[in-house]
């Protein structure tokens, strides 16, 4: 072959590929270039959001809870839900500072409070519109809800919480409260088998809980009724 041929180009498929590529970027290359303004735009538009609406709001929501926690934690639960001498109370914390971690955290106490007003609708309504990380306080607000279901009569829904809730807990402070609820719960459903099933786990899961000390009462009854 003389030095002034051409040496023949191997055609691969990487190389088709990489034509296809080429040509389409060249065919398109403003709508690309249009996709990744846009893109760069909504990054830019999410961050200034973060920074410039929800972080001013979650640092008022955080500075307005407090009083509004105060006033749960002495149980006056009609001024934590309302608010009292020109302070929030929960409910118009969720309805100002939507979106807002305090204005979640909210809803865990508002739900509690009507619990423990036996309004036992709005306390399910609000314990489950909570979506915190806190495994602990997520799984007070399932625990919550399924006592409200029992007052409320309705076993089957309240089981399904009280299960919820022990599974979110994994505790050994928390996981036998909601045991022993749902072995009481099971025993009102005429379940004894179930009902003994719970209360054997705590005794040799939970042996240090409160809940243990006289489980054995509460085995023996339940199984006086297989």
């Avoid at 006592?147 to 809730?165: C, I, N, P, R, S």
């Amino acid at each position: 072959m003389s030095k002034t041929e051409e040496t023949p180009q191997v055609v691969t498929e990487k190389n088709i590929d990489f034509a296809k590529a080429s040509k389409f970027v060249g065919e398109n290359q403003k709508s690309l270039l249009f996709i990744g303004g846009a893109i760069v735009a909504m990054i830019f538009v999410y961050f200034a959001y973060q920074k410039f609406y929800i972080g001013p709001r979650e640092e008022a929501a955080a500075n307005q809870i407090y009083f509004a926690q105060d006033l749960w934690d002495k149980k006056q639960w009609d001024k934590a839900i309302n608010g009292d001498a020109g302070y929030p109370g929960f409910q118009k914390i969720i309805n100002d500072y939507s979106n807002t971690k305090a204005a979640n955290l909210a809803y865990f106490y508002l739900g509690t409070a009507y619990l423990n007003k036996g309004d036992y609708k709005k306390a399910i309504e609000n314990l489950t519109n909570y979506r915190g990380d806190d495994n602990i306080v997520a799984a007070e607000a399932l625990g919550g809800t399924a006592d409200a279901y029992v007052e409320l009569k309705d076993f089957d829904e309240a089981q399904t919480y009280y299960e919820k809730a022990i599974e979110k807990s994994n505790n050994k402070f928390v996981t036998p409260i909601y045991l022993k609820k749902l072995g009481l719960l099971f025993e009102a459903k005429n379940d004894f088998k179930s009902a003994s099933e719970q209360y054997n786990k705590i005794k040799k899961d939970y042996p240090e809980a409160q809940q243990a000390q006289n489980i054995d009462e509460y085995i023996a009854r339940a199984e006086a009724k297989l």
